[in-house]
């Protein structure tokens, strides 16, 4: 993968933005609970609070990595139409017969059972491939073929 900007699936996004939202909540009802740090309290409750102002923290740090992705998807453009690339809809096929529509996604933050990474195995070996391409990757059990059946939502 590059260090430029990759163009996001309609699906990513949303799911991204629902996590947003969620964490967003998480967020703001840990923040209600933190107290006047000028009131004085027990070593327990200053260390609980701690905690509390930690988490909060951890969860901003969540909302602005969600962010910044958003955003350079946005920069990114449209996913690739001509070959799988990071954003794209591809449907496959797999050497039992099951067809699947994944999503080609930049990364694992989102959990999407149609979500493949593109530093995945399948992920790696999809990217660039065209509809009738047959395209070979390692699986848990081993060697494993897909034929990508359509490209596009």
């Known amino acids: 993968m590059t260090s430029e900007p990759e163009p996001m699936s309609a699906a990513e996004r949303r799911a991204l933005e629902r996590e947003r939202a969620h964490v967003r909540a998480e967020r703001d009802a840990d923040a209600a609970t933190l107290q006047d740090t000028t009131e004085v309290g027990d070593r327990a409750d200053q ?36 070959a799988v690339g990071v954003g794209s809809t591809v449907t496959v096929r797999y050497a039992d017969g099951s067809v699947a529509t994944l999503q080609v996604g930049a990364g694992a933050a989102v959990l999407d059972r149609t979500l493949v990474t593109a530093d995945s195995p399948l ?31």
């Open 123 to 153: 992920g790696r070996a999809l990217l660039g491939s065209r509809p009738g391409d047959r395209v070979s990757y390692d699986a848990p059990d081993g060697e494993a073929t897909v034929t990508v059946v359509s490209l596009g939502d």
């Open 47 to 82: 260390a609980d609070e701690l905690l509390r102002s930690d988490e909060v923290d951890r969860l901003d740090e969540r909302l602005d990595d969600i962010d910044v992705r958003l955003r350079a998807a946005s920069d990114a453009g449209p996913p690739r139409t001509d």
